[in-house]
């Protein structure tokens, strides 16, 4: 709390410093934290979030905290006495003010990969925390986890060209060179650095209409204008494949989050149209990604490539989506039980139709069977939704072999 309380009060100083933005970055690269030392630490998160509701922005998309225009809270204007990443910025101003950081930047552990388009602040701070949630109680306690986010983590304001211009800062100049040498590597170190990339999929279900952009895969064609996409919008995006391609070439682990609404949602889908989340899996096609510049192919291509193809990353991508569904679908029911005790026979039916889809047969036959013995009581044999769970339950046995 008291490191939270701490990060809120220089993300407050830095936007009373932007009212003299600097006309450089104010550490040359060589002095700068390394990309991979940038990690952002739960209490830092917190503070943030808690500075964006102030600021009434958690349903800002991220391009909006960027830069949006007229938005005296952006990223581009907390940094805009800088010219850093706002990590680097909040440990620039902790010095200054004696404030000490370490419980907030340091050596980043894991990655957080996701598409700024549509993708709104609060819920990717919510899906950041639940990441480093999950990951804390598997650890046991035992040590902490940084994210690297790019938002956070990289100069946006360099990024965005702020010190690069014709006029001021052309080819060549000290500001054409800080952001070359802010974006040569500024990827690969932090992926380098980290174990795990957590992979942003919301929305779940949903549709967008697609970017007028050329496919990834230089021999798909042409998407089809006013197509309208389906489902998790980072594996559609080039940049994302990029990040997700390095991670599991290097052998980095995939974990997989999603908004509050997803979470939500999943019930809903469970105890009314399970068999959508098959359909949902199957649109899930790298080779369909989009890229806004085509000459980055050269660059992102061979990514894919060593990850296995986009062959190999939607197995993975798919492989990480279902563990999040059986274990956000089980969280659900456990819930679910503590609030209504027996019941949430539907929620329970759909899970265990998703476990047997995933073939983890032994847990959805007991889901199953209690399920039955709760219809058999409580609506008779001859019920129609006991026969449904009968069928099911049959078909379980089949697919294992239990013919008697």
Request: hydrophobic share 40%; aromatic share 6%; glycine share 10%.
């Amino acid at each position: 709390t008291a490191a939270t309380t701490a990060a809120g009060t220089l993300l407050t100083r830095l936007l009373a410093d932007a009212a003299e933005p600097c006309a450089l970055p104010v550490l040359k690269h060589s002095k700068r934290l390394k990309s991979g030392a940038r990690g952002i630490g739960l209490p830092l998160l917190r503070a943030i979030r808690s500075f964006y509701a102030a600021h009434d922005a958690l349903d800002k998309t991220m391009e909006q905290v960027c830069k949006e225009e007229g938005f005296g809270a952006s990223v581009c204007t907390l940094t805009a006495s800088t010219g850093l990443s706002l990590a680097e910025s909040v440990v620039r101003a902790g010095q200054r003010d004696g404030v000490d950081t370490s419980a907030l930047v340091g050596d980043a552990t894991a990655f957080f990969s996701y598409s700024w388009t549509g993708t709104k602040l609060g819920d990717m701070l919510d899906a950041v925390e639940r990441g480093i949630q999950r990951l804390e109680a598997e650890a046991g306690g035992e040590g902490r986890v940084l994210v690297w986010i790019d938002m956070f983590c990289a100069s946006q304001n360099l990024l965005g060209g702020v010190y690069r211009d014709d006029a001021n800062h052309p080819k060549g100049s000290p500001g054409y060179k800080a952001r070359k040498e802010d974006t040569d590597h500024i990827f690969d170190d932090a992926l380098a650095a980290v174990s795990v990339v957590i992979f942003y999929l919301s929305p779940l279900e949903g549709e967008w209409q697609a970017p007028p952009h050329a496919y990834l895969a230089d021999d798909r064609g042409v998407p089809l204008a006013g197509w309208i996409r389906h489902g998790p919008n980072a594996v559609t995006r080039a940049w994302c494949l990029f990040e997700l391609a390095t991670a599991l070439a290097a052998g980095k682990r995939l974990l997989v989050e999603l908004a509050p609404a997803d979470r939500a949602r999943l019930r809903d889908i469970l105890e009314t149209k399970p068999g959508s989340l098959d359909q949902t899996l199957a649109d899930i096609d790298a080779a369909e990604a989009q890229i806004s510049k085509v000459e980055d192919r050269e660059y992102i291509l061979p990514r894919v490539h060593e990850a296995g193809g986009f062959h190999g990353v939607n197995r993975q991508v798919k492989a990480a989506l279902r563990d999040w569904l059986a274990e956000t679908g089980r969280e659900l029911l456990r819930t679910a039980e503590a609030e209504e005790g027996t019941g949430a026979l539907g929620l329970q039916f759909g899970l265990a139709r998703l476990l047997e889809r995933q073939a983890k047969y032994d847990e959805a036959e007991v889901m199953y069977r209690r399920v039955l013995a709760a219809r058999e009581e409580a609506l008779g044999p001859a019920h129609p939704s006991t026969l449904a769970t009968v069928g099911n339950l049959a078909i379980l046995l089949m697919n294992q072999g239990k013919y008697n």
